[in-house]
C-alpha cells in the first residue's frame, strides 16, 4: 500500500516463534497469482486456518485481543526461499511494521519494496515488547521513522533502528523504485544528454 510513512503509533500482535519462514508466512500453493490482490487472506494460512477453511481459536490473528498495524515476531523473520509473495501477504493483512531482532535479508528487502517497515532489535527489547504485549494487549507501541527509533509504550524502552537511507526516503514520500526513477526523469536525461 502506498501511504507515506512517517511516525506510527499502534498496538500490537505478537508471534513469538522463532524462524518463522516464508512459506509458513504465504504457503507455496498461493503463489501461482500474478498480482498482490488478496494474498492477506491466506496470511499464515496453514497457521490460521484448518483443512475446512474454518478459524484455528488459538492462533493470534483470530484471537481478537490482539489487533494493530504491527506484527512483533520472533528471531529470524522470514528466513527460507525469496519469495516475495511473504511481503505481499503481510502488507495485504494491514502489517506496516514487522518487529523482530533478526530479519532474512531478502525477506526484509521484501518487505521494505511493499511499504513494510521492518524494524529490527535487540534481543533483550523484544523479549520485554513480548512480555508487555502479553500483560497489556492495548499497549501502544511507537515506531519513528525520521528518528529511526521504537518505544515500548508499556516501559518507555527506546530502541534505534537501521534503516538504508535511500528506502527510507522512499516508504517516507510512498514511492516504489519506479515512481523514484520517474520522480527523476528530468534529472537523469540532462545527465544522459552531457554524456
Given at each position: 500500500?502506498?501511504?507515506?510513512?512517517?511516525?506510527?503509533?499502534?498496538?500490537?500482535?505478537?508471534?513469538p516463534?522463532?524462524?518463522?519462514d516464508?512459506d509458513?508466512i504465504?504457503?507455496?500453493?498461493?503463489?501461482?497469482?500474478?498480482?498482490?490482490?488478496?494474498?492477506g487472506?491466506?496470511?499464515?494460512?496453514?497457521?490460521?486456518?484448518n483443512?475446512d477453511?474454518?478459524?484455528k481459536?488459538?492462533?493470534?490473528?483470530n484471537?481478537?485481543?490482539?489487533?494493530?498495524q504491527?506484527?512483533v515476531?520472533g528471531k529470524?523473520?522470514?528466513c527460507?526461499?525469496?519469495?516475495?509473495?511473504a511481503a505481499?501477504?503481510i502488507?495485504?493483512?494491514?502489517?506496516?511494521?514487522?518487529?523482530?531482532?533478526?530479519f532474512?535479508?531478502?525477506h526484509?528487502?521484501?518487505?521494505?519494496?511493499?511499504?513494510?517497515?521492518?524494524?529490527?532489535?535487540?534481543?533483550?527489547f523484544?523479549?520485554?515488547?513480548?512480555?508487555s504485549?502479553e500483560?497489556?494487549?492495548e499497549?501502544?507501541?511507537?515506531v519513528?521513522?525520521p528518528?529511526?527509533?521504537?518505544?515500548?509504550?508499556?516501559t518507555?524502552?527506546?530502541e534505534?533502528f537501521?534503516?538504508?537511507g535511500?528506502?527510507?526516503y522512499?516508504l517516507?514520500?510512498?514511492?516504489?523504485?519506479?515512481?523514484?526513477?520517474?520522480k527523476?526523469?528530468?534529472?537523469?536525461?540532462?545527465?544522459e544528454s552531457?554524456?
Open positions: 500500500m502506498k501511504t507515506p510513512f512517517n511516525i506510527i503509533e499502534s498496538t500490537c500482535v505478537p508471534l516463534l522463532e524462524n518463522v516464508t509458513q504465504i504457503p507455496a500453493r498461493f503463489l501461482k497469482a500474478t498480482t498482490k490482490e488478496g494474498f487472506d491466506n496470511l499464515f494460512r496453514d497457521w490460521r486456518y483443512a477453511g474454518s478459524p481459536a488459538d492462533f493470534v490473528l484471537n481478537p485481543r490482539y489487533k494493530g504491527i506484527l515476531a529470524n523473520f522470514g527460507g526461499s525469496s519469495r516475495e509473495h505481499w501477504a502488507a495485504g493483512y494491514g502489517f506496516r511494521v514487522v518487529i523482530s531482532s533478526f532474512a535479508d531478502i526484509k528487502n521484501n518487505e521494505l519494496n511493499n511499504f513494510v517497515l521492518p524494524v529490527q532489535v535487540s534481543e533483550s523484544l523479549q520485554n515488547l513480548f512480555a504485549i500483560q497489556d494487549p499497549v501502544v507501541v511507537t519513528d521513522l528518528h529511526h527509533t521504537v518505544k515500548n509504550g508499556a518507555g524502552e527506546v534505534h537501521e534503516i538504508n535511500y528506502k527510507k522512499c517516507e514520500n510512498a514511492l516504489d523504485d519506479i515512481d523514484y526513477l520517474l527523476n526523469k528530468a534529472k537523469i536525461e540532462a545527465y552531457k554524456s
